[in-house]
């Protein structure tokens, strides 16, 4: 008997989520679109209220009485500010995406969404800085959405259309982070800006409240569609409903040909076998390995979002562009919108072609380049001010970034395949997505501060930056090269 039991641990270690033993048509199964679209929308919401912030923040905490007049402390505290959210999230995403293994993935949805309205109010009312911490704080603890939302995307998707779901979650991140800019910095200090609308003394007592509600109403109507269109995607969850294999000409959850079948997707038959697993059992080369691959691109994926405005911002006497806000905001839109656009039309097609493997390890070592570029950028601007092929650069520079971020959609697949069950599928996003928090609210601190350290003692021409975050790409590379060809071997 215990033989057997052990037996049964070992097969459900080693079952992979996703089976490579299926013989798949050719043909994609359609994508089941008013639930993807619902987790699309879930997915932006998150972004946006990060975002939406940004254009007021330095202001916001400049007006508190905690800086005591001197600008020079803005920055600290708005980066503390700023980095909180992450914080708080690697601290609890897990705790989420475990719960979602066990109750369903639904309601932590629901719960994040909620959280997710209730901490932007908080904040659009908060005149001190405490109040403005606990605010975001909240925001952090209580979102467990962006593991569930992956370990959703695998359980609507099949062996045929993953590559096609997948590439969509960077697609709409980029959509959020092009709203909420926007957002924040047309619609803070409504009195200033539109003094007709909003002529009302509150208004003026909180300036800022109006677009933290803007990003509020986003949420709210995120978790009306969430409670009244979204199917529980967690068989055995209280939610959960038993559809057919079609339903109004979509494929249902697991795809179209699936269902929920195990046995033809792959997993396994016993409730024993398909049950949430310890988590020690999760700690295996099979599934640690793609999550340390996902945590090396967050690095670098942060720093480089943390050392691009610097970069344009400081000037060209000082190691960089010079460039004003207004040129700063349309460079990174028109960045938003090719990374949009070449994730939705060819990662596809890309993935077909060369493998998750293969362009994984692309969108990798497009890191390299893109810090390579920095130093070169900024010696011919010196040289010769902005000219032609300062420009040029900058467009390659933004289309490596647009690579580079193929390679989170290919390892989001190789995350999905490495869990054992699809009741393990939460706990699993929710290790890689507490990694790649951690390296979220380190990752912009040391990046800037690496620059200013460079530039204040002129080491290497005060590029010595991009030499290591270049000497970290390297570093990491290997994890890349220890990937299995397919998701799941």
């Excluded at 037996?7 to 994609?28: A, G, I, Y």
């Excluded at 396994?268 to 340390?292: C, H, Q, R, T």
């Excluded at 040289?383 to 650069?393: E, H, Q």
Aim: aromatic share 10%.
């Amino acid at each position: 008997m215990a033989h057997a039991v052990k037996t049964s641990q070992n097969r459900d270690e080693e079952m992979p989520l996703l089976s490579d033993s299926l013989d798949v048509s050719k043909r994609p199964t359609p994508l089941p679109k008013i639930q993807i679209a619902i987790l699309l929308l879930t997915c932006v919401i998150e972004p946006i209220a990060a975002q939406s912030i940004l254009p007021y923040i330095n202001e916001l905490v400049s007006e508190l009485d905690i800086i005591g007049g001197d600008t020079r402390k803005v920055g600290y505290y708005a980066g503390l500010i700023e980095s909180l959210f992450f914080a708080t999230e690697a601290l609890t995403v897990l705790h989420w995406s475990r719960m979602s293994d066990r109750v369903g993935r639904k309601p932590v949805l629901l719960l994040g969404t909620f959280g997710l309205c209730l901490s932007m109010l908080c904040f659009g009312l908060s005149r001190t800085f405490w109040g403005l911490v606990l605010s975001r704080c909240v925001t952090g603890a209580l979102n467990g959405n962006i593991g569930v939302t992956k370990s959703m995307m695998g359980e609507l998707t099949d062996a045929t259309n993953r590559a096609q779901g997948f590439a969509l979650l960077p697609m709409i991140w980029c959509i959020g982070v092009m709203l909420g800019p926007v957002i924040g910095g047309s619609l803070s200090r409504p009195q200033d800006q539109f003094p007709q609308l909003f002529a009302a003394s509150f208004w003026g007592d909180y300036p800022y409240f109006l677009p933290s509600l803007v990003a509020a109403m986003f949420a709210i109507l995120t978790f009306i569609m969430i409670l009244f269109f979204l199917k529980e995607t967690l068989s055995g969850a209280p939610l959960y409903k038993q559809s057919p294999a079609v339903v109004d000409g979509e494929a249902n959850p697991r795809g179209g040909n699936c269902g929920v079948i195990k046995k033809t997707c792959g997993l396994p038959e016993s409730n024993e076998l398909d049950g949430p697993v310890p988590l020690k059992s999760l700690l295996v080369p099979k599934v640690l390995l793609p999550i340390a691959c996902y945590g090396s691109i967050a690095v670098l994926e942060i720093a480089t979002c943390a050392l691009q405005p610097l970069f344009y911002s400081t000037p060209i006497e000082d190691g960089g562009l010079g460039f004003t806000p207004v040129t700063i905001g349309f460079w990174m839109s028109c960045l938003g919108v090719a990374n949009g656009i070449i994730q939705a039309f060819f990662f596809a097609p890309l993935i077909s072609k060369l493998g998750p493997k293969t362009l994984f390890r692309i969108g990798h070592g497009a890191f390299a380049l893109i810090f390579g570029l920095f130093p070169i950028i900024q010696i011919i601007s010196r040289r010769s001010g902005i000219v032609w092929s300062v420009w040029a650069l900058l467009s390659c520079q933004l289309f490596l970034t647009v690579i580079q971020n193929m390679s989170f959609s290919c390892v989001f697949l190789y995350v999905t395949a490495s869990a054992p069950n699809q009741k393990a599928l939460g706990a699993v996003n929710g290790l890689s997505q507490t990694t790649a928090s951690i390296a979220r609210a380190i990752g912009p601190a040391l990046a800037t501060s690496m620059f200013a350290y460079s530039v204040e003692h002129n080491l290497l021409g005060g590029h010595a930056v991009y030499l290591v975050m270049i000497s970290i790409t390297l570093a990491t590379a290997q994890l890349g090269a220890m990937l299995p060809v397919e998701p799941g071997k």
